[in-house]
Structure formats: structure tokens, C-alpha cells
């Protein structure tokens, strides 16, 4: 499931998480939370020194491909619950980009899940236009 709007609150999402029907079969949680950050990414991405510090970004996203993404990540080991929250418009620095929650089994399979789903999200789904002092 994939939600817009209003920042959710990790300890909320845990209460809902645990009170689902896939609850019995999770073993640990995992959270990804994507931050704004100042440094431009292709300086920590591609090591380009001649970059200008990030003020902000604009961001947006394609919410069927977000779905499709998690879909796919469900079909993975051990993968039982999955929640996410894609942040919209423009965003200063240390403003929140994304949060991804993933239960399961084991801690090998969720590591796994959440790399796997994370880098769809970032890769496939998502447009991140920076801006610069």
C-alpha cells in the first residue's frame, strides 16, 4: 500500500502492522526512511567534486509503478507486510523523501526485500529534480 500526504508516524504504523492478519509470520521490521540531503548526488554517487550544495528538490512520483514495485516485492522469501509513503512537491533539505516498512521472516530475507524495493522505488518510480544555492 502506498499513502501520500501526512508524515506517518513509525510508532502507529508498527501498532497496524502488528495487528494484521501477516503478523504471526513476521519475525522483525525494517524501515528505510529517504532524507533531502545538502550534498548534490552525483558528487555522492559519482564522487564529481565540482558540485553545489542541495537547498532542496522537487519531487514526484508514479504511484502504479510504486504498486507494481511492491507487488513484485511481495512475490519475494518470506516477505509478509509491506507498507510505504512517498512524500510530494518541492522539499528542503532534511525533509523527509520517503519511508518503506517491510515485515518478514527472517532478517536476511528483509534486508534483501527492502534493498530490492527501495532501489525500484528510486530507480523506476520516482523523479528527483534538485535545486542549488
Known amino acids: 500500500m502506498c499513502e501520500k500526504k501526512t508524515k506517518p508516524s513509525m510508532d502507529t ?3 497496524e502492522a502488528k495487528s494484521h ?6 519475525g522483525m521490521y525494517l524501515v528505510h526512511n529517504g532524507v533531502v540531503r545538502e550534498t548534490a548526488k ?24 510504486v504498486e507494481s514495485a511492491i507487488e513484485d516485492t511481495y512475490k519475494m522469501d ?5 507498507r510505504t509513503w ?3 512537491g518541492q522539499l ?18 528483509i534486508v534483501d ?3 530490492y524495493l527501495v532501489g525500484r522505488i528510486k530507480n523506476e518510480c520516482v523523479e528527483e529534480i534538485e535545486m542549488y544555492e
Not at 50 to 65: E, I, L, Q
Not at 78 to 82: A, K, M, T, V
Request: zero cysteines; a neutral charge; hydrophobic letters at 40%.
Open 13 to 15: 504504523w508498527l501498532q
Open 92 to 109: 528542503k533539505t532534511g525533509d523527509d523523501i520517503m519511508y518503506v516498512m517491510i515485515g518478514g521472516d527472517i532478517r536476511p530475507h
Open 42 to 65: 552525483a558528487k555522492v554517487r559519482a564522487g564529481a567534486q565540482d558540485t553545489r550544495p542541495v537547498t532542496g528538490m522537487h519531487f514526484s512520483y508514479d504511484s502504479a509503478k
Open 21 to 26: 492478519e501477516s503478523a504471526n509470520k513476521i
Open 86 to 88: 512517498l512524500a510530494e
Open 78 to 82: 518470506g516477505i509478509y507486510y509491506i
Open 113 to 115: 526485500a527492502l534493498q
